[in-house]
């Protein structure tokens, strides 16, 4: 059974730090994984999705990278903002029509 | 224009009624999801549809009904509500494969 874990839970930086959040898999036959963000009270934004054959992806201050061997991925935040102020969840789809299986979460405050 | 639109946004109503979600998309996607975001903030899927056809049925109990009267359409009805069912639900949809999924703002539902 695949399961996603998603570390830290909470993360509080001042604004300017470069900072990274993880997120882990246990089984590797993946078909992509995929960053969104929430913020509250909202839906979910896609942020970044890494296919199974890639190993990173980049837009703009963001870069996600994936390493399936290890059932880890990384999303890289540069030059954080307080607009970055969100929950980040990292998901990761198995190949079975679109399913996506989610962590629970990094709730990320940039302060100013 | 709203690309996943849901309505109602809140529904607050007593145990043992029926109550119905709508989702709506017009970005042309064959494949629509609903997830459960449950108080701890865990997201699960619960149905897919692809071109109106059932495609994932989540071990979801039989009160939750999806219908899909055409691709821009996954509707969610659920009978005879319990406390348990009260969470924030999204609707979703893929443009895959590969695929991103879209999330609609949610309806959150509270069961008294």
């Known amino acids: 059974k695949q399961e996603v874990t998603q570390i830290p839970a909470a993360l509080s930086v001042p604004e300017g730090e470069n900072l990274v959040l993880n997120c882990s898999f246990t089984?590797?036959?993946?078909?992509?994984l995929q960053w969104f963000r929430q913020d509250p009270g909202k839906g979910l934004t896609s942020l970044l999705l890494i296919q199974s054959s890639q190993r990173e992806q980049t837009s703009g201050r963001l870069n996600a990278s994936l390493d399936k061997s290890s059932g880890r991925s990384t999303l890289y935040i540069a030059a954080s903002q307080p607009g970055d102020s969100a929950t980040y969840l990292c998901a990761v789809e198995k190949g079975y029509a679109g399913k996506l299986i989610f962590g629970q979460g990094t709730t990320l405050q940039v302060k100013p | 224009d709203t690309a996943v639109s849901q309505t109602p946004k809140y529904l607050v109503t007593q145990m043992g009624n029926d109550k119905s979600i709508k989702c709506e998309q017009n970005l042309g996607h064959d494949t629509m999801y609903w997830y459960k975001q449950d108080s701890k903030k865990f997201l699960k899927i619960m149905f897919s549809y692809n071109n109106k056809e059932l495609i994932i049925n989540e071990t979801v109990p039989n009160r939750f009904s999806p219908k899909s009267p055409d691709k821009a359409h996954l509707n969610l009805h659920i009978n005879s509500l319990e406390l348990g069912d009260s969470a924030v639900y999204f609707c979703a949809t893929g443009d895959g494969p590969p695929e991103t999924q879209y999330f609609g703002p949610g309806t959150r539902l509270l069961v008294l």
């Open positions: 089984d590797s036959a993946i078909y992509n």
